[in-house]
Each structure stands twice: as structure tokens, then as C-alpha cells.
Nanobody
Framework: QVQLVESGGGFVQPGGSLRLSCGAS????????MSWYRQAPGKERELVAR???????NYTDSVKGRFTISRVNAKNTVYLQMNSLKPEDTAVYYC????????????WGQGTQVTVSS
């Protein structure tokens, strides 16, 4: 069974930093594309960052230069380093996996709350 477990969320002041982690199991991690999404109350879930199996990364414009997605395949873990946090970054952050294998759908973690406030 596929599992994605996020950790690292919390309460931080504007300008602060957090690192989110997502531990994965139940599929071949190194072949999967991994993403972080976020959802604020009353808003649509949005893609924040994606790291492909090749290591190439994509970011939404609002986080470019501040957030970094990375992966350690030997640990089946994807990270999101968040620096220079703003109140607008407040949301529940979700880990997403695309296993890229026939018969396997995308999978989601349970989410972790990030609150940026003074």
C-alpha cells in the first residue's frame, strides 16, 4: 500500500524558515515524480513545487527564489525548504506522488499545517 507521511509544519514568524519532509513507501520512489501542493481556507489547492525523477524542478512563481524542493532517493524522502516565509504562505501543505506505472494512480499525504504570522 502506498503511504505518504508529511512532517515539519508549524508556526513561524514572517521571514522565518521551515523544512517539510515527506516519507514515501509502497512504490518505486526513484522513478516517481514528487510534488508539494498547498491549500489555504477558501482557496483552490495549488501546485507549489515539483521534482521529476530526473531531478529537474519546477516552482510556482510566488515561491521562486524562496523555496527549494529536493529528494533523497536512498531515503524515499522528498523535502521542501521554505525560506523568507510570508503570511501568504499560510496553508496546509500536501505531498503528492506520481508513480508513473500502469495501474497506479497519484497519491496524497495527509497534509501538514504551515502558519506564518507575527
Amino acid at each position: 500500500q502506498v503511504q505518504l507521511v508529511e512532517s515539519g509544519g508549524g508556526f513561524v514568524q514572517p521571514g522565518g524558515s521551515l523544512r517539510l519532509s515527506c516519507g514515501a513507501s509502497g512504490f518505486t520512489f526513484r522513478d516517481a515524480h514528487m510534488s508539494w501542493y498547498r491549500q489555504a481556507p477558501g482557496k483552490e489547492r495549488e501546485l507549489v513545487a515539483r521534482i521529476f525523477s530526473s531531478g529537474t524542478t519546477n516552482y510556482t512563481d510566488s515561491v521562486k527564489g524562496r523555496f527549494t524542493i529536493s529528494r533523497v532517493n536512498a531515503k524515499n524522502t522528498v523535502y521542501l525548504q521554505m525560506n523568507s516565509l510570508k503570511p501568504e504562505d499560510t496553508a496546509v501543505y500536501y505531498c503528492n506522488a506520481q508513480p508513473r506505472r500502469f495501474g497506479m494512480s497519484d497519491y496524497w499525504g495527509q497534509g501538514t499545517q504551515v502558519t506564518v504570522s507575527s
